[in-house]
């Protein structure tokens, strides 16, 4: 198989490996499309530790090719989205409705699916390793669903998207007629965007230095650009808002300045959501009498708070029949050669989203 794997350096290295035999609760899948998300950057420039090698990739769609004995949860020629959560199902975190927060991501993640030539033994990114043109992973990180959508559209349904959308619908359940402020508009930030849409705000502020991301913005439901170069963004937010603020403020960046930025935009009462993922070693302060006296409620956000058992394929309800657009979140279908540049994009705003389809 060939695969691009983080050594330890963020050029990763696009090379021929061996798969490691699968166990009886593993699964093998035939990629098909796998986007290209800034937490896969994050982990090759060390912003979140992982170690070397790994398999990198956490965004992906593909068909089951083989199953382990022991799997009940898809057969082989099914459809799958990887979900870089496992839902095992079983600990306290599923069985109480929070599969997101599932206890197994610390298991799945250091188990080795390949050898490389020097004989190291790479684990896959999160218990996936979508970088490549297969990948062996634990059954309880796939979810079965039923389309005919692309695979590169369905991709992004196993972060950005469900991040992003879940984030509005789940995380802070958005109720019709809200105002809803968007802290960084690049793939998650525009499913946060059109998840506020699907909800029913009456006003989105889509927020970004980079002109392509609030154009972009605009096009899946933004009502109001707001450019952070051409002043205070919050003081910005306030003069559309009659001083008032957002009934919701998104971070989707991971920054403790925008922490605090998403909020100061949130009107009193209302409620500032962290979708971006910060360092995994930064603080974030807050005004300690505001905490007290505005009553606004902050909300961590991990996955979009979803089930993916149940939301993918809701999500992929939503596309096909129209509510949601994935096909303008693609950017790019890129060559698995090709990641390093689609990194390089990422970083500097060329792109929504670049997505590898052929390897
Ligand atoms: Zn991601
Ligand atoms: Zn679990």
């Given at each position: 198989?060939?695969?691009?794997?983080f050594t330890g350096t963020p050029e990763l290295?696009?090379?021929?490996?061996?798969?490691?035999?699968?166990?009886?609760?593993?699964?093998?899948?035939?990629?098909?499309?796998?986007?290209v998300c800034h937490s896969d950057v994050s982990a090759s420039n060390g912003t979140l530790p992982i170690p070397a090698?790994c398999?990198l990739g956490h965004?992906?769609?593909?068909?089951?090719?083989?199953?382990?004995?022991?799997?009940?949860?898809?057969?082989?020629?099914?459809?799958?989205?990887?979900?870089f959560?496992?839902?095992?199902?079983?600990?306290?975190?599923?069985?109480?409705?929070?599969?997101?927060?599932?206890?197994?991501?610390?298991?799945?993640m250091?188990?080795?699916?390949?050898?490389?030539?020097?004989?190291?033994?790479?684990?896959?990114f999160t218990?996936?390793?979508?970088?490549?043109?297969?990948?062996?992973?634990?059954?309880?990180?796939?979810?079965?669903?039923?389309?005919?959508?692309?695979?590169?559209?369905?991709?992004?349904?196993?972060c950005g998207?469900?991040t992003?959308?879940?984030?509005?619908?789940?995380?802070?359940?958005?109720?019709?007629?809200?105002?809803?402020?968007?802290?960084g508009?690049g793939g998650v930030?525009?499913?946060?965007?059109?998840?506020?849409?699907?909800?029913?705000?009456?006003?989105?502020?889509?927020?970004?230095?980079?002109?392509?991301?609030?154009?972009?913005?605009?096009?899946?439901?933004?009502?109001?650009?707001?450019?952070?170069?051409?002043?205070?963004?919050?003081?910005?937010?306030?003069?559309?808002?009659?001083?008032?603020?957002?009934?919701?403020?998104?971070e989707v960046i991971g920054l403790p300045e925008t922490i605090?930025?998403?909020?100061?935009?949130?009107?009193?009462?209302?409620?500032?959501?962290v979708v971006g993922m910060p360092k995994w070693d930064s603080q974030v302060?807050?005004?300690?009498?505001?905490?007290?006296?505005?009553?606004?409620?902050?909300?961590?956000?991990v996955?979009?708070?979803?089930?993916?058992?149940?939301?993918?394929?809701?999500?992929?309800?939503?596309?096909?029949?129209?509510?949601?657009?994935?096909?303008?979140?693609?950017?790019?279908?890129?060559?698995?050669?090709?990641?390093n540049?689609?990194f390089r994009?990422m970083q500097s705003?060329?792109?929504?989203?670049?997505?590898?389809?052929?390897?």
């Amino acid at each position: 198989m060939r695969a691009a794997i983080f050594t330890g350096t963020p050029e990763l290295s696009v090379e021929d490996v061996t798969a490691i035999e699968p166990g009886p609760s593993d699964v093998v899948v035939r990629i098909g499309a796998s986007g290209v998300c800034h937490s896969d950057v994050s982990a090759s420039n060390g912003t979140l530790p992982i170690p070397a090698p790994c398999i990198l990739g956490h965004e992906g769609a593909g068909i089951v090719e083989w199953a382990g004995s022991e799997v009940t949860r898809v057969k082989v020629g099914d459809q799958v989205i990887a979900s870089f959560v496992p839902a095992c199902g079983n600990c306290f975190y599923c069985l109480h409705g929070q599969s997101n927060l599932c206890t197994m991501g610390g298991e799945v993640m250091f188990t080795p699916r390949a050898t490389r030539g020097d004989g190291s033994t790479p684990a896959g990114f999160t218990g996936l390793g979508t970088f490549a043109d297969q990948m062996t992973c634990n059954q309880a990180s796939l979810v079965k669903i039923e389309t005919d959508l692309p695979d590169a559209q369905l991709a992004l349904i196993g972060c950005g998207v469900t991040t992003g959308v879940g984030a509005a619908l789940n995380t802070a359940k958005i109720v019709p007629g809200s105002t809803v402020a968007v802290i960084g508009c690049g793939g998650v930030g525009q499913a946060v965007i059109q998840g506020a849409r699907i909800a029913g705000a009456s006003r989105i502020f889509a927020i970004d230095p980079v002109e392509l991301k609030r154009k972009t913005a605009e096009v899946f439901g933004a009502t109001d650009l707001i450019d952070p170069g051409a002043g205070d963004a919050t003081a910005q937010l306030m003069e559309l808002t009659g001083g008032i603020g957002a009934d919701y403020a998104f971070e989707v960046i991971g920054l403790p300045e925008t922490i605090a930025q998403a909020y100061a935009m949130a009107r009193r009462g209302g409620t500032a959501v962290v979708v971006g993922m910060p360092k995994w070693d930064s603080q974030v302060t807050l005004p300690g009498f505001q905490l007290f006296y505005d009553e606004k409620k902050l909300l961590g956000c991990v996955y979009g708070s979803a089930q993916v058992r149940s939301d993918f394929q809701r999500f992929v309800d939503l596309v096909e029949t129209g509510r949601l657009d994935l096909g303008s979140m693609v950017s790019a279908e890129i060559g698995l050669d090709d990641v390093n540049d689609a990194f390089r994009a990422m970083q500097s705003g060329e792109v929504i989203r670049s997505v590898i389809t052929h390897v």
